[in-house]
């Protein structure tokens, strides 16, 4: 069982390319998000998908898009990258949206935007 | 909005005990508590959902009180292995997101 699974695992880009985070699940969950961690700053959620077809903001959605491609499949994209967004990324899914249901974390994946 | 954890960082010898604390300026759905391994992914530990029920790890307790939406992470007869970041992550109500703390850093010595 993979689990949770993010590609690339580490990308430098040049400010203003683009570029697209993927994450996948195998458990069959139904909710996915991504959060963005940087030093001092916690993990910040950047956004969230409560069900296949459905994406919603989080606390820091600016300069991101998403899409959910698929119940597996919730990716992350950068359309012209910038240095403040320099920071490792997380992808994590839940069995659904209920405060009951446990977050399995991906590996992250850490963007350096020159 | 972020909750607040305090303190930022605690430092203990092995054996010692340890009190992490998270506050929200909103009434809680549910609390989770995660900690990270530094260059690792966060890891469960513990959820606490209004109403009084608990899930999670065999040797750390918590407790949430969801009148002053506050939840205490209480690390007994600290370990080598406790070492890391620890995260409270909270929801104001079912079918969001958690939103996470600035974490607290513990480091645990021989």
């Known amino acids: 069982n993979a689990g949770v699974t993010q590609t690339p695992k580490f990308q430098v880009l040049k400010t203003g390319q683009s570029m697209t985070l993927q994450c996948a699940q195998d458990m069959n969950h139904n909710s996915m998000y991504w959060y963005r961690q940087d030093p001092g700053m916690g993990l910040r959620l950047i956004y969230y998908s409560a069900s296949e077809g459905t994406t919603d903001k989080g606390e820091v959605p600016n300069g991101y898009n998403v899409s959910r491609l698929n119940k597996r499949e919730f990716s992350l994209r950068l359309e012209s990258a910038a240095p403040s967004q320099t920071s490792v990324y997380f992808c994590?899914?839940?069995?659904?949206?209920?405060?009951?249901?446990?977050?399995?974390f991906g590996a992250g994946s850490r963007l350096t935007v020159l | 909005q972020q909750p607040v954890q305090s303190p930022q960082a605690v430092i203990l010898r092995e054996g010692e005990d340890a009190v992490i604390n998270c506050s929200s300026s909103?009434?809680?759905?549910?609390v989770h508590w995660y900690r990270q391994k530094h260059g690792e992914a966060p890891v469960f530990l513990m959820i606490?959902?209004?109403?009084?029920e608990q899930k999670g790890h065999e040797k750390i307790s918590a407790s949430f009180n969801e009148k002053k939406q506050q939840s205490s992470l209480y690390l007994t007869a600290s370990q080598l292995s406790y070492s890391g970041t620890y995260f409270c992550?909270?929801?104001?109500?079912?079918?969001?997101?958690?939103?996470f703390g600035k974490g607290t850093t513990l480091s645990v010595s021989s």
């Open positions: 606490l959902l209004k109403g009084g």
């Open positions: 909103k009434a809680l759905y549910s």
């Open positions: 994590a899914s839940r069995t659904g949206s209920s405060g009951a249901n446990v977050l399995t």
């Open positions: 992550g909270t929801e104001d109500q079912a079918g969001t997101a958690l939103i």
